[in-house]
T-cell receptor
Framework: EAGVVQSPRYKIIEKKQPVAFWCNPISGHNTLYWYLQNLGQGPELLIRYENEEAVDDSQLPKDRFSAERLKGVDSTLKIQPAELGDSAVYLC?????????????FGPGTRLTVL | KNQVEQSPQSLIILEGKNCTLQCNYTVSPFSNLRWYKQDTGRGPVSLTIMTFSENTKSNGRYTATLDADTKQSSLHITASQLSDSASYICGGASGGSYIPTFGRGTSLIVHP
């Protein structure tokens, strides 16, 4: 079974430029998450989707960040414009819907460097 | 606010030795406690998930314990291998959510 796929794996951009990350979750997983992970820190939730609906986006900086999951499968996270402080690893995860003990499966992440 | 604190921040051990990592959590109301292993350049991989009623759970050479009274968890690694070198992250989830608040992780280095 294929795991969570993310692309690109690495991205280097100059500040004020736009950037987009793509995620394809495990087949059949209704729940998709985007996390941000700074060096030496644990992941922090940005947004959670149940199918195509964003059910928890309270930590998403909506002035510059946006996300979509149009058909309830793959998802895109965008930053426009990027700032120096956005340099981090952006992780995508998925899980099957159901009880609170569901395992989250993480992708390899996209490492963003903003110059 | 939910909080998770891990110790030590980093640990170096020799191959074949055992070690124990600690996690203190303030998660209310408590739902579950998770341990993840994160290799460099990879996403976290789930090791164990424990609910309030579970006080120990094993996954191969990894054994997690949970003390709901003291709000502490530990991850014990037996007979360490070089491949155990990674960051180990603890996460506590509240209510009926399966979205954990993560700690900063413990960086483990296993030397030959």
């Amino acid at each position: 079974e294929a795991g969570v796929v993310q692309s690109p794996r690495y991205k280097i951009i100059e500040k004020k430029q736009p950037v987009a990350f793509w995620c394809n979750p495990i087949s059949g997983h209704n729940t998709l998450y985007w996390y941000l992970q700074n060096l030496g820190q644990g992941p922090e939730l940005l947004i959670r989707y149940e199918n195509e609906e964003a059910v928890d986006d309270s930590q998403l900086p909506k002035d510059r960040f946006s996300a979509e999951r149009l058909k309830g499968v793959d998802s895109t996270l965008k930053i426009q414009p990027a700032e120096l402080g956005d340099s981090a690893v952006y992780l995508c995860a998925s899980s099957s819907s159901g009880s609170g003990g569901n395992t989250q499966y993480f992708g390899p992440g996209t490492r963003l460097t903003v110059l | 606010k939910n909080q998770v604190e891990q110790s030590p921040q980093s640990l170096i051990i020799l191959e074949g030795k055992n070690c124990t990592l600690q996690c203190n959590y303030t998660v209310s109301p408590f739902s579950n406690l998770r341990w993840y292993k994160q290799d460099t350049g990879r996403g976290p991989v789930s090791l164990t998930i424990m609910t309030f009623s579970e006080n120990t759970k094993s996954n191969g050479r990894y054994t997690a314990t949970l003390d709901a009274d003291t709000k502490q968890s530990s991850l014990h690694i037996t007979a360490s291998q070089l491949s155990d070198s990674a960051s180990y992250i603890c996460g506590g989830a509240s209510g009926g959510s399966y979205i954990p608040t993560f700690g900063r992780g413990t960086s483990l280095i296993v030397h030959p």
